[in-house]
Protein backbone atom coordinates (compact mmCIF):
# COMPACT_ATOMS: atom_id res chain seq x y z
CA UNK A 1 0.00 0.00 0.00
CA UNK A 2 2.84 2.48 0.92
CA UNK A 3 4.34 2.69 -2.75
CA UNK A 4 0.94 3.12 -4.74
CA UNK A 5 -0.14 5.70 -1.89
CA UNK A 6 3.05 7.89 -0.58
CA UNK A 7 5.16 10.24 -2.45
CA UNK A 8 8.35 8.20 -3.26
CA UNK A 9 9.65 11.17 -5.59
CA UNK A 10 8.89 14.07 -2.77
CA UNK A 11 12.27 15.95 -3.40
CA UNK A 12 11.80 15.90 -6.84
CA UNK A 13 8.16 17.48 -6.58
CA UNK A 14 9.30 19.82 -3.90
CA UNK A 15 12.09 21.08 -6.24
CA UNK A 16 9.69 21.40 -9.18
CA UNK A 17 7.51 23.62 -6.81
CA UNK A 18 9.97 26.38 -6.18
CA UNK A 19 11.03 26.69 -9.89
CA UNK A 20 7.65 27.08 -11.22
CA UNK A 21 6.85 29.46 -8.36
CA UNK A 22 8.09 32.92 -9.74
CA UNK A 23 6.21 31.27 -13.09
CA UNK A 24 2.92 30.84 -11.40
CA UNK A 25 3.51 34.25 -9.32
CA UNK A 26 3.35 36.20 -12.95
CA UNK A 27 0.57 33.92 -14.65
CA UNK A 28 -2.05 35.07 -11.74
CA UNK A 29 -1.48 38.28 -11.62
CA UNK A 30 -4.41 38.40 -14.37
CA UNK A 31 -6.60 36.72 -12.16
CA UNK A 32 -6.89 39.64 -10.17
CA UNK A 33 -10.05 41.61 -10.54
CA UNK A 34 -12.21 44.75 -9.12
CA UNK A 35 -14.63 43.88 -6.03
CA UNK A 36 -17.98 43.22 -7.88
CA UNK A 37 -20.26 43.44 -4.68
CA UNK A 38 -20.26 44.99 -1.81
CA UNK A 39 -17.72 47.61 0.08
CA UNK A 40 -14.85 46.61 2.55
CA UNK A 41 -11.03 45.60 2.41
CA UNK A 42 -10.21 42.85 -0.29
CA UNK A 43 -7.64 40.73 -0.90
CA UNK A 44 -7.32 38.87 -4.10
CA UNK A 45 -4.91 36.22 -5.46
CA UNK A 46 -2.46 35.35 -4.22
CA UNK A 47 -2.27 35.39 -0.10
CA UNK A 48 -3.23 32.69 2.05
CA UNK A 49 -7.11 33.11 1.48
CA UNK A 50 -9.25 35.63 -0.51
CA UNK A 51 -11.54 38.58 1.60
CA UNK A 52 -14.14 39.11 -0.44
CA UNK A 53 -16.58 41.77 0.35
CA UNK A 54 -20.39 40.38 -0.06
CA UNK A 55 -23.28 42.08 -0.88
CA UNK A 56 -24.36 42.29 2.14
CA UNK A 57 -23.59 45.02 4.23
CA UNK A 58 -20.76 44.24 7.14
CA UNK A 59 -19.94 40.59 5.97
CA UNK A 60 -16.89 39.60 3.85
CA UNK A 61 -16.68 36.02 2.48
CA UNK A 62 -13.23 34.05 3.42
CA UNK A 63 -12.24 31.37 1.24
CA UNK A 64 -9.34 28.96 0.18
CA UNK A 65 -8.55 25.93 -1.66
CA UNK A 66 -5.65 23.64 -1.21
CA UNK A 67 -5.11 20.18 -2.57
CA UNK A 68 -1.81 18.01 -2.87
CA UNK A 69 -0.43 14.73 -3.31
CA UNK A 70 -0.38 11.40 -0.06
CA UNK A 71 2.95 12.02 1.96
CA UNK A 72 2.48 9.44 4.62
CA UNK A 73 1.50 6.03 4.88
CA UNK A 74 -1.37 5.79 6.45
CA UNK A 75 -5.02 7.16 4.41
CA UNK A 76 -6.47 7.98 7.37
CA UNK A 77 -3.86 10.36 8.50
CA UNK A 78 -3.46 11.43 5.31
CA UNK A 79 -6.84 12.57 5.14
CA UNK A 80 -6.39 14.24 8.67
CA UNK A 81 -3.53 16.31 6.95
CA UNK A 82 -5.32 17.00 4.10
CA UNK A 83 -8.22 18.61 5.83
CA UNK A 84 -5.92 20.85 8.30
CA UNK A 85 -3.16 22.27 5.29
CA UNK A 86 -7.22 23.75 3.85
CA UNK A 87 -8.23 25.06 7.11
CA UNK A 88 -4.67 26.98 7.82
CA UNK A 89 -4.81 29.33 5.01
CA UNK A 90 -8.25 30.51 7.21
CA UNK A 91 -6.66 30.40 10.49
CA UNK A 92 -3.71 32.45 9.03
CA UNK A 93 -6.37 35.21 8.11
CA UNK A 94 -7.40 34.82 11.95
CA UNK A 95 -10.60 33.34 11.44
CA UNK A 96 -11.21 30.68 13.61
CA UNK A 97 -14.09 29.22 12.74
CA UNK A 98 -15.34 27.41 8.83
CA UNK A 99 -18.75 27.35 7.56
CA UNK A 100 -18.08 24.73 5.31
CA UNK A 101 -15.72 22.56 3.35
CA UNK A 102 -15.84 20.28 0.47
CA UNK A 103 -13.57 17.86 -0.61
CA UNK A 104 -11.39 17.24 -3.49
CA UNK A 105 -10.52 13.82 -4.58
CA UNK A 106 -8.77 12.06 -7.04
CA UNK A 107 -8.36 8.60 -6.77
CA UNK A 108 -5.42 7.40 -8.45
CA UNK A 109 -6.40 4.88 -11.57
CA UNK A 110 -3.18 2.77 -10.05
CA UNK A 111 -5.09 1.26 -7.43
CA UNK A 112 -6.54 -2.01 -7.74
CA UNK A 113 -10.16 -2.33 -6.56
CA UNK A 114 -9.23 -4.24 -2.95
CA UNK A 115 -6.80 -1.27 -2.63
CA UNK A 116 -9.32 1.32 -3.39
CA UNK A 117 -11.88 -0.07 -1.47
CA UNK A 118 -9.72 0.36 1.45
CA UNK A 119 -7.84 3.79 1.40
CA UNK A 120 -10.62 5.73 -0.18
CA UNK A 121 -12.96 5.30 2.47
CA UNK A 122 -9.76 5.59 4.90
CA UNK A 123 -8.86 8.77 3.72
CA UNK A 124 -12.77 10.28 3.54
CA UNK A 125 -12.98 9.36 7.23
CA UNK A 126 -10.01 10.90 8.42
CA UNK A 127 -10.35 14.41 6.44
CA UNK A 128 -14.35 14.26 7.47
CA UNK A 129 -13.18 13.76 11.37
CA UNK A 130 -11.23 16.59 11.23
CA UNK A 131 -13.12 18.68 10.07
CA UNK A 132 -15.79 18.19 12.79
CA UNK A 133 -12.75 18.85 15.53
CA UNK A 134 -12.53 21.87 13.72
CA UNK A 135 -16.33 22.50 14.04
CA UNK A 136 -17.34 22.63 11.12
CA UNK A 137 -18.36 19.42 7.94
CA UNK A 138 -18.12 18.18 4.37
CA UNK A 139 -21.19 19.39 2.16
CA UNK A 140 -20.09 18.36 -1.07
CA UNK A 141 -17.07 18.66 -3.33
CA UNK A 142 -15.46 16.76 -6.61
CA UNK A 143 -14.26 13.68 -7.18
CA UNK A 144 -12.51 11.93 -10.04
CA UNK A 145 -9.97 9.46 -11.22
CA UNK A 146 -6.37 10.55 -12.13
CA UNK A 147 -3.05 9.00 -12.53
CA UNK A 148 -2.40 10.73 -9.10
CA UNK A 149 -3.76 10.36 -5.55
CA UNK A 150 -5.04 13.97 -4.79
CA UNK A 151 -6.74 14.94 -1.75
CA UNK A 152 -8.18 18.70 -0.60
CA UNK A 153 -10.53 21.21 -0.31
CA UNK A 154 -12.61 24.27 -0.38
CA UNK A 155 -13.01 26.18 3.00
CA UNK A 156 -15.03 29.16 3.21
CA UNK A 157 -16.73 31.35 6.31
CA UNK A 158 -18.77 34.10 6.04
CA UNK A 159 -17.11 36.81 8.28
CA UNK A 160 -17.60 39.97 10.56
CA UNK A 161 -14.84 42.43 10.42
CA UNK A 162 -13.99 41.57 14.23
CA UNK A 163 -13.90 37.68 12.88
CA UNK A 164 -10.50 38.44 10.85
CA UNK A 165 -7.25 39.93 11.10
CA UNK A 166 -6.16 41.84 7.89
CA UNK A 167 -2.09 40.08 7.02
CA UNK A 168 -0.56 43.23 6.29
CA UNK A 169 -0.33 46.04 9.20
CA UNK A 170 2.52 44.55 10.74
CA UNK A 171 4.90 47.59 12.27
CA UNK A 172 8.76 47.88 13.16
CA UNK A 173 9.28 46.49 16.67
CA UNK A 174 6.79 42.99 16.46
CA UNK A 175 8.42 39.77 16.55
CA UNK A 176 7.71 37.22 14.52
CA UNK A 177 6.68 33.27 15.97
CA UNK A 178 6.06 30.57 14.57
CA UNK A 179 3.65 27.28 15.80
CA UNK A 180 5.09 24.42 14.52
CA UNK A 181 8.41 22.80 13.52
CA UNK A 182 9.91 22.77 10.28
CA UNK A 183 11.52 19.72 8.86
CA UNK A 184 8.29 17.76 7.74
CA UNK A 185 9.81 17.04 4.36
CA UNK A 186 13.03 15.75 4.80
CA UNK A 187 11.49 13.56 8.05
CA UNK A 188 8.69 12.41 5.34
CA UNK A 189 11.58 11.16 2.90
CA UNK A 190 14.22 9.73 5.16
CA UNK A 191 11.42 7.28 6.89
CA UNK A 192 10.77 6.21 3.16
CA UNK A 193 14.77 6.35 2.22
CA UNK A 194 14.85 3.37 5.23
CA UNK A 195 13.11 1.05 3.26
CA UNK A 196 15.67 1.83 -0.04
CA UNK A 197 19.44 0.53 1.70
CA UNK A 198 21.50 2.36 -0.81
CA UNK A 199 19.46 6.22 0.43
CA UNK A 200 19.38 5.18 4.00
CA UNK A 201 23.27 4.19 4.18
CA UNK A 202 24.33 7.76 3.30
CA UNK A 203 22.57 9.39 5.89
CA UNK A 204 22.64 6.11 8.58
CA UNK A 205 25.95 7.89 10.33
CA UNK A 206 24.10 11.01 11.60
CA UNK A 207 20.66 9.52 12.34
CA UNK A 208 18.85 6.04 13.44
CA UNK A 209 16.36 4.61 11.86
CA UNK A 210 14.78 4.54 15.23
CA UNK A 211 15.31 7.92 15.07
CA UNK A 212 13.96 8.45 11.67
CA UNK A 213 11.04 7.02 12.86
CA UNK A 214 10.61 9.39 15.71
CA UNK A 215 10.96 11.99 13.31
CA UNK A 216 8.64 10.89 11.08
CA UNK A 217 5.71 9.93 13.81
CA UNK A 218 6.47 14.06 15.01
CA UNK A 219 6.09 15.50 11.61
CA UNK A 220 2.58 13.21 11.21
CA UNK A 221 1.37 14.59 14.18
CA UNK A 222 2.08 18.32 13.41
CA UNK A 223 0.53 17.72 10.10
CA UNK A 224 -2.32 16.66 11.65
CA UNK A 225 -2.40 19.50 13.95
CA UNK A 226 -5.02 22.20 13.50
CA UNK A 227 -3.83 25.91 14.10
CA UNK A 228 -6.90 26.98 15.28
CA UNK A 229 -5.78 27.78 18.24
CA UNK A 230 -3.27 30.00 17.11
CA UNK A 231 -6.56 32.01 14.87
CA UNK A 232 -7.81 32.66 18.14
CA UNK A 233 -4.76 33.19 20.47
CA UNK A 234 -4.26 35.68 17.28
CA UNK A 235 -6.88 38.04 18.55
CA UNK A 236 -6.31 37.21 22.17
CA UNK A 237 -2.54 38.94 21.89
CA UNK A 238 -3.25 41.40 18.81
CA UNK A 239 -1.56 39.89 16.37
CA UNK A 240 -0.74 42.37 13.38
CA UNK A 241 -0.73 39.82 10.34
CA UNK A 242 0.08 36.36 9.88
CA UNK A 243 0.74 33.48 6.98
CA UNK A 244 1.01 29.85 6.94
CA UNK A 245 3.88 27.41 6.38
CA UNK A 246 3.93 25.14 3.31
CA UNK A 247 5.02 24.92 0.23
CA UNK A 248 7.20 27.88 -0.45
CA UNK A 249 8.93 27.10 2.95
CA UNK A 250 9.60 29.33 5.96
CA UNK A 251 11.40 32.12 4.16
CA UNK A 252 9.22 32.12 0.38
CA UNK A 253 5.92 32.65 2.97
CA UNK A 254 7.57 35.16 5.12
CA UNK A 255 9.01 37.20 1.89
CA UNK A 256 5.28 37.14 0.55
CA UNK A 257 3.81 37.95 3.74
CA UNK A 258 6.49 41.16 3.83
CA UNK A 259 5.96 42.11 0.52
CA UNK A 260 2.34 42.47 1.67
CA UNK A 261 2.74 45.13 4.38
CA UNK A 262 1.91 48.73 4.27
CA UNK A 263 4.90 49.83 6.38
CA UNK A 264 8.16 49.16 5.09
CA UNK A 265 9.11 46.78 7.43
CA UNK A 266 11.92 43.58 6.83
CA UNK A 267 11.39 40.07 8.66
CA UNK A 268 14.53 39.14 10.34
CA UNK A 269 14.14 35.02 11.09
CA UNK A 270 17.20 34.13 13.75
CA UNK A 271 16.00 30.88 15.08
CA UNK A 272 15.01 27.81 13.13
CA UNK A 273 12.49 25.30 15.16
CA UNK A 274 13.15 21.93 13.25
CA UNK A 275 12.06 18.39 14.52
CA UNK A 276 15.01 16.01 16.22
CA UNK A 277 17.48 15.13 14.07
CA UNK A 278 16.23 16.29 10.64
CA UNK A 279 18.80 19.47 10.71
CA UNK A 280 21.99 17.14 10.50
CA UNK A 281 20.00 14.71 8.15
CA UNK A 282 19.19 17.85 5.88
CA UNK A 283 23.15 18.53 5.97
CA UNK A 284 24.28 15.44 4.64
CA UNK A 285 20.98 14.82 2.33
CA UNK A 286 22.61 18.18 0.85
CA UNK A 287 25.81 16.51 0.05
CA UNK A 288 24.45 13.16 -1.15
CA UNK A 289 21.10 13.35 -2.29
CA UNK A 290 19.61 16.48 -2.58
CA UNK A 291 19.48 19.33 -1.10
CA UNK A 292 16.31 20.07 0.17
CA UNK A 293 16.86 24.16 1.60
CA UNK A 294 15.91 23.61 5.39
CA UNK A 295 18.64 26.07 6.39
CA UNK A 296 18.27 28.46 4.04
CA UNK A 297 14.61 28.45 4.70
CA UNK A 298 13.06 26.85 1.37
CA UNK A 299 12.08 23.57 2.31
CA UNK A 300 8.67 22.81 1.12
CA UNK A 301 6.43 21.97 4.57
CA UNK A 302 3.33 20.95 4.62
CA UNK A 303 -0.09 21.79 6.98
CA UNK A 304 2.83 23.72 8.53
CA UNK A 305 2.54 26.46 11.51
CA UNK A 306 1.38 29.74 11.19
CA UNK A 307 4.16 32.57 11.02
CA UNK A 308 2.90 35.38 13.03
CA UNK A 309 3.64 38.94 13.74
CA UNK A 310 3.09 40.23 17.62
CA UNK A 311 3.74 42.98 19.40
CA UNK A 312 6.87 42.00 21.27
CA UNK A 313 5.07 42.42 24.53
CA UNK A 314 2.65 39.90 23.82
CA UNK A 315 4.34 37.09 22.04
CA UNK A 316 5.70 35.27 25.28
CA UNK A 317 2.65 34.73 26.66
CA UNK A 318 1.25 34.14 23.03
CA UNK A 319 3.81 31.43 22.89
CA UNK A 320 2.50 30.10 26.58
CA UNK A 321 -0.88 29.72 25.63
CA UNK A 322 -0.35 27.79 22.60
CA UNK A 323 1.59 25.34 24.67
CA UNK A 324 -0.76 25.63 27.54
CA UNK A 325 -3.82 25.01 25.10
CA UNK A 326 -2.33 22.24 22.64
CA UNK A 327 0.38 20.75 23.96
CA UNK A 328 3.00 21.76 22.12
CA UNK A 329 5.29 24.69 21.99
CA UNK A 330 5.72 27.87 19.95
CA UNK A 331 8.84 29.93 19.68
CA UNK A 332 10.12 33.09 19.13
CA UNK A 333 12.09 33.46 15.81
CA UNK A 334 12.50 36.72 14.22
CA UNK A 335 11.97 40.28 14.78
CA UNK A 336 10.37 42.70 12.41
CA UNK A 337 12.87 46.03 11.72
CA UNK A 338 12.62 48.81 9.07
CA UNK A 339 13.23 48.38 6.26
CA UNK A 340 12.18 47.57 1.99
CA UNK A 341 9.52 44.62 2.41
CA UNK A 342 11.65 41.81 2.06
CA UNK A 343 12.44 39.06 4.10
CA UNK A 344 15.89 37.09 5.72
CA UNK A 345 17.05 34.68 7.60
CA UNK A 346 20.62 35.82 9.24
CA UNK A 347 24.05 33.90 8.33
CA UNK A 348 24.21 31.43 11.74
CA UNK A 349 20.23 30.88 12.82
CA UNK A 350 20.07 29.08 16.15
CA UNK A 351 18.35 25.84 15.47
CA UNK A 352 16.00 24.44 17.90
CA UNK A 353 15.67 21.09 18.30
CA UNK A 354 12.07 19.43 18.74
CA UNK A 355 10.94 16.55 20.37
CA UNK A 356 7.46 16.45 21.05
Not at 77 to 97: P, R, T
Not at 282 to 287: I, M, R, S
Request: proline share 4%; glycine share 8%; hydrophobic share 45%.
Amino acid sequence: MSCLFSCSNCWRVGVLFRRLVVVLQLLIVGLNTPIVNGEGEHIGVGLDSCVIPTRHKGLSLIQTTDFFYPLVEDPYVQGQIACANVLSDLYAMGVADCDNMLMLLGVSTDLSKPERDVIVPMIIAGFRDLCLDAGTSVNGGQSVLNPWFIIGGVASSVCSREEFIMPDNVQVGDVLVLTKPLGTQIAVNAHQWIEKPEMYEKISYVISKEDVVSAYNIASDSMARLNRTAARMMHKHGAHGATDVTGFGLLGHATNLAKTQKEAVDFVIHSLPIIAGMSETAKVAAEKIFDFKLHGGFSAETSGGLFVALPKSNAEAFCKDMEALDGWPAWIVGDVVKGTCSAQIIESPTVIEVDV
